[in-house]
């Protein structure tokens, strides 16, 4: 937890916004499924599938919806398995609304991948994804390149093949999380370390494993308003929604039902 002094502020109410974002996780062929935005909101970072829940539509039909939109995988309402959730907040005024975003993750779907104008899916290695380092940058797609042609290396889905026939021809790199939204860095790999398979995992940390599989994740990030930055040098992003710095910073943990009582909460401090 980073220091702060937000609890002396005074407690307000604030609105939520609720969005998703989807992981696919191949972990028979050890591997995980990203988008890089090509446009809007997030643009130029890889993340997860997902948008903004509309009005009258369940949390999870709002990401099976946004998964197809942007990847082309379809999903049955049972596969999807709800993780946790991001707050994001900006203490600079009252009015904004808090970001809740809803994390879920997949391993069945049908249909392949496919590049859309707006998201280019591109899958990672799951088990060289469980620490963030500042490793390779991962490609950057343009949209003249997806309707031309890619390199074969950057391909994840040759023309005219299914990806789950595929022989896996090329290592796949880790997960470029200095190309990701900052605070991916804390909670993604934590997520996919409870998720790798179990044979993978030390034998004395299987328990543990099991347990942490239980777990929601809530993920609090509160950003001070102002400064409009969009830095980027030595491969690190400063880019906070063109909030500013990061106030303060935590990850919870909770047993799997104890997640709805929490969530609707309306004071923040
Ligand atoms: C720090 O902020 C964020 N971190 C992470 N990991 N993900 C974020 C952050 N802020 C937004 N997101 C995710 C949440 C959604 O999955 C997308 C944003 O979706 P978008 O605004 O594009 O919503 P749509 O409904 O697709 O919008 P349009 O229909 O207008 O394109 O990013």
Excluded at 32 to 53: D, P, T
Excluded at 126 to 138: G, H, N, V
Aim: charged share 25%; proline share 9%; glycine share 8%.
């Amino acid at each position: 937890m980073a220091t702060t002094d937000a609890m002396q502020l005074p407690p307000k109410l604030k609105t939520h916004k609720q969005y998703t974002l989807v992981i696919p996780l191949d972990l028979q062929r050890d591997r995980v499924l990203l988008g890089y935005k090509l446009r809007g909101f997030g643009q130029g970072k890889y993340n997860g599938f997902g948008g903004k829940v509309e009005q009258g539509e369940s949390i999870v039909a709002a990401a099976i919806r946004e998964l197809h939109e942007e990847s082309g995988l379809l999903v049955r309402e049972p596969d999807m398995i709800q993780r946790g959730a991001l707050l994001l907040e900006t203490v600079a005024d009252n009015s904004s609304p808090i970001l809740e975003i809803h994390v879920f993750t997949v391993d069945k779907w049908e249909g392949t991948e496919n590049a859309t104008d707006e998201m280019h899916p591109t899958w990672f290695s799951l088990s060289e994804s469980l620490t963030p380092t500042s490793a390779t940058p991962a490609p950057i797609p343009t949209p003249n390149v997806i309707s031309g042609s890619l390199p074969s290396s950057f391909l994840s889905t040759p023309p005219g093949t299914e990806a789950h026939d595929l022989p896996l021809a090329l290592p796949l790199q880790p997960i470029p999380y200095h190309q990701m939204w900052e605070e991916s860095r804390v909670w993604l790999p934590r997520l996919l370390q409870n998720l790798m398979p179990p044979d993978l995992v030390p034998q004395e940390q299987q328990e543990e494993q099991q347990q942490k599989k239980k777990r929601y994740f809530i993920h609090h990030v509160q950003f001070i308003g102002g400064v409009d930055r969009d830095v980027s040098s030595n491969g690190e992003y400063s880019v906070w929604h063109g909030m500013g710095e990061r106030r303060l910073d935590w990850v919870d943990e909770l047993p799997v039902g104890e997640w709805d009582s929490r969530r609707t909460f309306g004071r923040y401090p």
